[in-house]
């Protein structure tokens, strides 16, 4: 493959991430250095999370002698169960880290049971 192949090639990569439980919502963190708000997508389909984010390099002039951060785009997918309320989904970018915040349906939530006594 010559070098002017390499250097418009983009690759698509799975972010790092964590997902965690806290407080009665899901919180899914994901790495995505580079990335500009204008240029992630956060977005559900059915029972599918889908999450999209393209790092643009800076448009230097001239020509590159050592390149280690190329353009990429990132993507992932999550399949939503039944428990996760799709109308009360958010996100926050922030430090280049994306924090999607899931919701659980008010049905799902532990409920703290009231004991009468005499």
């Known amino acids: 493959m010559a070098m002017n192949e390499l250097e418009?090639?983009?690759r698509s990569i799975r972010p790092i991430?964590?997902?965690y439980e806290e407080d009665e919502v899901v919180r899914l963190?994901?790495?995505m250095p580079g990335v500009a708000k204008e240029d992630l997508s956060v977005h559900v389909e059915a029972d599918q999370l889908l999450v999209e984010g393209v790092r643009k390099s800076a448009d230097e002039a001239g020509e590159y002698l050592l390149r280690e951060r190329p353009d990429r785009d990132y993507r992932q997918s999550y399949t939503l169960d039944e428990t996760i309320d799709r109308t009360k989904i958010g996100a926050e970018l922030a430090n280049g880290v994306l924090t999607?915040?899931?919701h659980l349906k008010d049905?799902?939530?532990p409920r703290?049971?009231?004991v009468n006594a005499e």
Do not use: A, C, P, Q
Request: glycine letters at 6%; a neutral charge; proline letters at 0%.
């Open 29 to 31: 963190r994901l790495e």
């Open 107 to 109: 049905e799902v939530k």
């Open 17 to 19: 991430g964590t997902i």
């Open 112 to 114: 703290r049971i009231e």
């Open 8 to 10: 418009t090639e983009r």
């Open 100 to 102: 999607v915040t899931l």
